[in-house]
């Protein structure tokens, strides 16, 4: 018996996209937990965005192609339900965020999906402090949005999706565009959220060092077909992961070529200054 | 060469001015890194460089020639720009002639243009797409497009924004191969720049920006010494500047990358054996 509940679950799942004669999905067998906070990697055009436009229903109901197998999101069918069903559920942020903003200003972006839930005004107002705050764009409230910078537009983009407060959080790449420090305190933010709400959060993202201290699983995607998945800190010291285009971060790196030369690290050290402690305890 | 002299700029409808006094110079040859906060004016910047943007005040040159007196097209043979969005780039109905399309445009050779377009769909890897629909690309591969497009007609600058994006790490790899290449024909690379990591690997020369003012502008290990202009600037460090820090004096220098990085950690770990 499971004790965890499964939200997110493939079964025997494939598909390709109509027009293209090989299978972009092939036989993903995946199920994920509430409260999970799941990193998906893998090579530039392996699924990734594919995967994920099937789990807030774009696939199959936007985007046409031979499905076969089953998606199943908190319970339901995803080709029975329509998108916006989903979308309440499912909060999804874009690649690119240009494909995602599409209001006056900054703040109507943001309420938009709020009213179009009928929400309260006096609590609309409170997530929409709320977001302004937490991605620091309380300055942009009342622009529009070819006046943004690219990583504003990001933020804009991220802001009205933690807006609506979804189960699921969806994110392809959403730091992408953002600056250094501003990536980092996102990333927290979501950890937090993880962590405090059971929020169930799937992020694809290159820069993985910025996720290994907040993300617990680990998805790898390669040629539409899932090659490890588990948990992120047994995964990460795999040295097989360069083979699919994934970059371990540097600290990471070290340690598995430290490895090789037969110097053994007990743990994975994620971060540096843990790394670093463990160097100089050595030496002493 | 390009040479910005004293530019302010702000853009129409607004009164705040979105660069201040930017005063550089920058030659043949050169990797340019180029970082700040989001809304710093990075790429207002950059879009002064091939005259697509014109100074509110001050100069921006071009070898010599003065942004306001020639069209962008003019400049674009020279300074081929990579947008951020590959949305604002892409028109044509196939890979390959999107590829071609510049080149057709600046009136290259059949031949030329089917040996370049040629060199560019392997070196980045979309061979396979060549017919496909540039709309049909994943988010990478429209990136990559992008690059391929603009190296296939081989400017003197070559200017990206935000590179990496979408790149997985072969692709970053990749990425600063091809940018050295360029270097040692003497081509100059300006990348704008968020990802920490892939700056440090490149070694440019760095400029940060900060609210529309250069406020750095120097070898990348100097500043990412600077502590006090990181905070100013958003940025945060590189791990192996990180490690370096930590392990200061230990390691005497900072490791450029992981394989310096490897044998300074297994010398101090077996020397002390
Ligand atoms: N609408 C579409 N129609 C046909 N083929 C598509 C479509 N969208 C994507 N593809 C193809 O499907 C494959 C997977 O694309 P997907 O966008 O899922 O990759 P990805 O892993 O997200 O890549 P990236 O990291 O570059 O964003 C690619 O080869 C792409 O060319
Ligand atoms: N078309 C425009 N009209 C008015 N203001 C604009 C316009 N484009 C950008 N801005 C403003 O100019 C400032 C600089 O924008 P720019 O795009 O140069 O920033 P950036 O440093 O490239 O940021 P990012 O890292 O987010 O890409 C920002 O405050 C932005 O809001
Ligand atoms: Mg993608
Ligand atoms: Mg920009």
């Known amino acids: ?284 | 060469m390009i040479e910005v002299e004293s530019l302010y700029f702000k853009y129409p409808l607004s009164n705040d001015y979105v660069l201040k006094d930017i005063n550089l110079k920058i030659g043949l040859g050169e990797v340019v890194g180029i970082m700040g906060g989001n809304g710093s004016g990075k790429t207002t910047l950059i879009k002064h460089f091939n005259g697509l943007l014109k100074p509110t005040k001050g100069t921006v040159k071009i070898f010599g020639k003065d942004t306001r007196e020639e069209s962008v097209a003019y400049f674009s043979k020279k300074v081929g720009l990579v947008f951020q969005n590959p949305g604002h780039q892409i028109f044509s109905d196939t890979v390959w002639n999107e590829i071609a399309f510049a080149l057709k445009n600046f009136g290259f050779e059949e031949e030329i243009i089917n040996k370049r377009v040629k060199w560019a769909l392997e070196f980045f890897n979309l061979t396979q797409y060549k017919d496909t629909s540039p709309l049909l690309l994943s988010g990478g591969e429209k990136k990559r497009l992008c690059l391929a497009s603009v190296l296939a007609w081989n400017p003197d600058f070559i200017i990206l924004d935000e590179p990496t994006v979408g790149q997985d790490f072969l692709q970053k790899e990749k990425l600063i191969e091809i940018i050295k290449m360029l270097i040692t024909q003497n081509k100059t690379v300006i990348v704008v720049s968020h990802d920490v990591e892939f700056i440090w690997l490149l070694q440019p020369r760095l400029i940060l920006i900060s609210n529309g003012v250069i406020v750095k502008d120097g070898d990348c290990k100097s500043v990412f010494k600077d502590n006090a202009i990181l905070e100013k600037c958003g940025l945060t460090k590189p791990q192996l500047v990180e490690l370096y820090e930590e392990l200061y004096p230990l390691i005497e220098q900072m490791p450029v990358d992981i394989v310096e990085a490897h044998s300074m950690l297994l010398k101090l770990l077996r020397g002390s054996k």
């Open chain 1, 1 to 284: 018996m499971e004790t965890l509940a499964e939200i997110i679950k493939f079964i025997n799942f494939s598909f390709s996209y109509s027009g293209s004669t090989t299978p972009i999905l092939k036989n993903i067998n995946l199920s994920i937990e509430e409260g999970d906070f799941v990193l998906l990697v893998g090579p530039s055009g392996c699924g990734k965005s594919t995967l994920l436009r099937c789990i807030n229903g774009l696939i199959p109901h936007l985007y046409n192609g031979a499905y076969e197998g089953e998606v199943i999101v908190d319970g339901e069918l995803v080709k029975n339900k329509n998108v916006n069903e989903l979308a309440t559920k499912v909060g999804f942020v874009f690649q690119n965020p240009e494909n995602q903003i599409f209001m006056f200003s900054v703040e109507k972006d943001i309420v938009f999906g709020l009213e179009n839930i009928g929400l309260e005004r006096n609590e609309i107002d409170i997530r929409l402090k709320w977001v302004l705050h937490a991605l620091g764009i309380e300055h942009l409230r009342y622009k529009p949005p070819y006046e943004l910078s690219d990583g504003q537009k990001q933020r804009v983009a991220i802001a009205g999706v933690l807006a609506m407060k979804p189960k699921i959080l969806i994110l392809d790449e959403p730091t992408s565009l953002l600056d250094p420090r501003t990536a980092l305190d996102f990333i927290l933010l979501l950890g937090e959220l993880n962590k405090k709400f059971g929020l169930t959060i799937i992020v694809v993202e290159h820069r993985i060092d910025l996720l290994t201290n907040v993300a617990n699983k680990i998805i790898v995607l390669d040629k539409g077909e899932i090659v490890f998945k588990g948990l992120l800190k047994e995964i990460i010291k795999n040295k097989n992961l360069n083979l699919y285009g994934v970059g371990v971060p540097p600290v990471i790196a070290l340690q598995n070529n430290l490895r090789d030369e037969d110097i053994i690290f007990d743990e994975v050290y994620l971060n540096v200054k843990d790394f670093a402690k463990e160097i100089k305890r050595r030496l002493i």
